[in-house]
């Protein structure tokens, strides 16, 4: 009887982990990785409390969502945090990059947790639609993100048509049609592919299928940038 307790205790302290974690959403994701002991791949989110183990001569760059950290770290046991890495038995580097920290991390509301998937956009289909074509018009649409990379990763999650549209400069849009071999981890596309390079300063709108969302390109961002620092979450 005592270990079907323990066993219904940790198989809820478990589940309780993971909500909390998710509750808060991904903490950072993988910009890059080498060697085969990691357990994480490119492009994958990692939450606060997950344990990384690399070996001797594996690398891996973790991109922090809120803190904008970028981790370079080599060998040993990574225990991924709020807003940086706790490194055992490795060498860590950490640089501070340009990007619009707390805004590409989600509310617990907006997480989802049997997927792994979230969206922070809005919805095409009802009042939202009307309200941004009247602030459009209007001239008084304000950013929900600025990137700090002229060429973006877009979180889309599926393959579709993606359309991007300069709304503080009339005439400048585009339609991709984004199959999902082209997806990083089923979930990413990179605007790169299409080589598609995006004016500093400029105001955009992304869509794709019933989201969009508003984003501002750093008047100073550079045509090449960390992951984190163009990391548009549709």
Do not use: N
């Not at 981890?185 to 955009?204: M, Q, S």
């Not at 750093?218 to 990391?231: C, K, N, W, Y």
């Amino acid at each position: 009887m005592g270990a079907v307790r323990l066993a219904v205790f940790s198989a809820a302290s478990t589940l309780a982990f993971g909500a909390l974690a998710w509750a808060h959403g991904p903490a950072a994701v993988v910009e890059e990785v080498s060697g085969k002991s990691a357990g994480v791949e490119f492009m994958d989110y990692v939450t606060p409390g997950k344990v990384i183990r690399l070996g001797r001569q594996d690398t891996i760059v973790l991109g922090y969502l809120k803190s904008c950290w970028r981790e370079t770290i080599v060998g040993g046991t990574v225990t991924v945090g709020t807003e940086q890495s706790d490194v055992q038995g490795g060498k860590v580097e950490r640089t501070q990059v340009k990007c619009d920290g707390g805004r590409m991390q989600l509310s617990a509301g907006q997480a989802v947790q049997s997927a792994g998937y979230v969206s922070r956009s809005v919805d095409l289909s009802g009042r939202d639609a009307s309200a941004l074509e009247r602030q459009k018009r209007e001239g008084t649409v304000e950013p929900q993100i600025t990137l700090y990379g002229r060429v973006p990763t877009i979180e889309l999650g599926a393959g579709g048509t993606l359309v991007v549209e300069r709304i503080d400069v009339p005439g400048e849009k585009f339609e991709i049609a984004v199959s999902s071999r082209q997806l990083a981890r089923g979930v990413f596309f990179d605007l790169a592919k299409a080589h598609r390079l995006l004016a500093a300063g400029g105001i955009y709108r992304a869509t794709f299928g019933t989201k969009q969302v508003v984003f501002k390109i750093a008047p100073d961002a550079p045509a090449s940038a960390p992951v984190i620092a163009r990391l548009l979450r549709l």
